[in-house]
């Protein structure tokens, strides 16, 4: 692994701050009703997660949950170039195996990113857009979660922005992808008056900056 490459050390230091459940309820039943009893994220078919190598080698090790993911139709494929050195597309044997430490970090993210202002700043979560979508199939939103954000626990949000702080620190890369995916969301806003919502961590509550510098 090159320099730049995340250790196991500090993949076992981050799953330590994502440990927070994300509501005070289990929000995969909002969704598996309409997705063959299935949570909607947890499917391949709709969303393939990303890891770190790192990250696979240490679950790996941890037992059999975690596999890389082939590529099967044209659209895989596409996916699949997404990739980067460092890492790699995965899938899990199945929700029915699922194991809570066992999860990724895309796993226990999901379904937030990082939300950076105007000024490029680090300001809070928001969720990711294309789950907030329509499944064509079902015609109901992929991630019900997307249209609750009342119900995420503020115990997940200061936890995972602490997490997100630490990895955009650690890596510039992931800075670059959410700059990037933020100033996407406020284009569209613009165009199409598309709102979104930032979670902002507890000790931004108050602030009155942060508010001027959002959309
Ligand atoms: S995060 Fe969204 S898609 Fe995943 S289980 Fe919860 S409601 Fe379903
Ligand atoms: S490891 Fe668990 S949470 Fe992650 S995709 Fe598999 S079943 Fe879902």
Sequence with gaps: MSFHSLTIEEIEYYYSL??????????????????????YCCSVENAVPLLYKAELQYLQS????????????KEDKKIKKQENKDQIFCECKGFQFCIREQRSISCRTFPLEPYIDIRGVFVGLTFIQAFTEKDPDTNIIKCPLTNRYKDIRQEFIDSHYSFWEKIMLRRQEEYETYLETSRKLRRVFRKTGKTFIVLLPSHLKESKIIPKYLY
């Design 18 to 39: 994502l440990n927070e459940e994300i509501t005070d309820y289990d929000c995969g039943e909002l969704c598996k009703p309409y997705n063959k009893g299935i949570p």
């Design 62 to 73: 941890k037992g059999d949950l975690w596999k890389k993911w082939i590529p099967l139709t």
